[in-house]
């Protein structure tokens, strides 16, 4: 098994923006099939700024993940999908071909049942949201001291 991200553009280019963490063994633009946007041209898989993809995440082509969104392990992201900005998916969350999840949504799987609801704390708080661009940046300055 391998030990580090697999970036796979054989579907289409992959644009990830400034401050993004993709943790080892995460699997972004992935594809269970041939991938083409309606028009037959490639699809673009886009990361926006300081997104988190963790370890044995699958983003699969096409799919897009807007600013500041969680990805926690074993969430998979399929085919044309849109995660809305200050997400959080967290452990074994499947996000369906080209789902949307709104902006400020937590997804999460309890007794087997996925559930998707307004993260209230994000949506009504701006305190919450600068917290989270805090801790990402704690996060981003941790790391680099990992690479020095």
Do not use: F
């Amino acid at each position: 098994m391998t030990q580090h991200a697999i970036l796979d553009s054989s579907s289409g280019p992959i644009e990830i923006g400034e401050g993004c963490v993709i943790w080892e063994r995460a699997h972004i633009g992935a594809k269970r099939r041939s991938v083409t946007a309606p028009s037959g041209a490639p699809v673009t898989t886009r990361l926006a700024d300081n997104v988190v993809v963790a370890a044995h995440a699958v983003v699969e082509a096409g799919a897009t993940l807007q600013s500041y969104v969680a990805v926690e392990p074993t969430v998979r992201i399929c085919i044309g999908a849109t995660v809305g900005e200050y997400s959080r998916l967290t452990p074994g969350v499947c996000v369906g071909a080209y789902q949307e999840v709104e902006p400020c949504m937590i997804a999460y799987l309890m007794d087997g049942v996925q559930i998707i609801r307004t993260n209230q704390g994000m949506t009504y708080n701006a305190r919450a949201k600068r917290a989270v661009e805090a801790g990402h940046e704690k996060l981003l300055e941790s790391l680099k001291g990992l690479v020095k």
